[in-house]
């Protein structure tokens, strides 16, 4: 799938003011509720989200550095203390602040920063039950899923493809065909849902 840098800069804004409306409208026991990011509710995914528009490069070095070199442990740290300091409407007013900042995670491909948002976006809407994003947006963050990426995410679909029904993209490779929602296909192969307990709650 070629995809323009313009097409993905327009589908990024897009995802970011989606999410803003739909933030901006929860009420405030639903950024309480667990969302499928383990240990973050729904305050702290949103926090998460935010950090690329709240931190310099050496600020987000020196705090790695006090993490022990684990990016993981110092955006678990970041995302909890942002969402003690700031409210719901404050972490949705500086989303909408930057809908259009150029972000992108060092080292990733075209489509990293949508995924970004799509992904996390998605850890908010499917415990609220929210609206998903469109499955073609959907489609533009699995187009470059490969078994590496499957790997990072301990997603295990044992031979199995993927298949989106509602947008032109699949993913994994074997002689068992899964048609599956786009959404719902991200889901299992970013380790959110495993595939058979995905399978036997929809059957």
């Known amino acids: 799938m070629?995809?323009?840098?313009?097409?993905?800069?327009?589908?990024?804004?897009?995802?970011r003011e989606r999410l803003a409306d739909l933030f901006a409208g929860l009420?405030?026991?639903?950024w309480d509720?667990?969302?499928?990011?383990?240990?973050?509710?729904?305050r702290?995914?949103?926090?998460?989200?935010?950090?690329?528009?709240?931190?310099?490069p050496l600020r987000l070095l020196a705090g790695i550095v006090r993490a022990g070199f684990s990016f993981h442990r110092y955006a678990d740290r970041d995302a909890r203390a942002t969402a003690r300091r700031m409210d719901g409407a404050e972490l949705v007013a500086l989303l909408?602040?930057?809908?259009?900042n150029p972000w992108r995670p060092p080292g990733e491909g075209p489509v990293s920063a949508l995924s970004h948002d799509v992904i996390h976006g998605l850890d908010v809407?499917?415990?609220?039950?929210?609206?998903?994003?469109?499955?073609?947006?959907?489609?533009?963050?699995?187009?470059?899923?490969s078994p590496r990426h499957l790997k990072y995410f301990g997603a295990d679909i044992e031979g199995r493809r993927m298949t989106a029904t509602d947008a032109d993209v699949s993913v994994?490779?074997?002689?068992?065909?899964?048609?599956?929602?786009?959404?719902?296909i991200l889901l299992v192969a970013t380790g959110?849902?495993?595939l058979d307990g995905f399978q036997a709650r929809r059957g």
């Open 2 to 15: 070629t995809i323009s840098s313009d097409h993905v800069t327009g589908e990024v804004r897009a995802e």
């Open 27 to 30: 009420a405030p026991e639903q």
């Open 33 to 42: 509720v667990p969302s499928l990011c383990a240990g973050w509710r729904v």
């Open 44 to 56: 702290e995914v949103v926090a998460h989200m935010t950090m690329p528009y709240r931190t310099k």
């Open 96 to 100: 909408r602040r930057n809908l259009d």
């Open 125 to 145: 809407t499917e415990p609220l039950g929210l609206p998903a994003p469109p499955p073609e947006r959907v489609a533009l963050v699995l187009a470059p899923v």
């Open 172 to 184: 994994g490779e074997g002689p068992r065909d899964v048609p599956m929602a786009a959404k719902d």
């Open 192 to 194: 959110r849902v495993p």
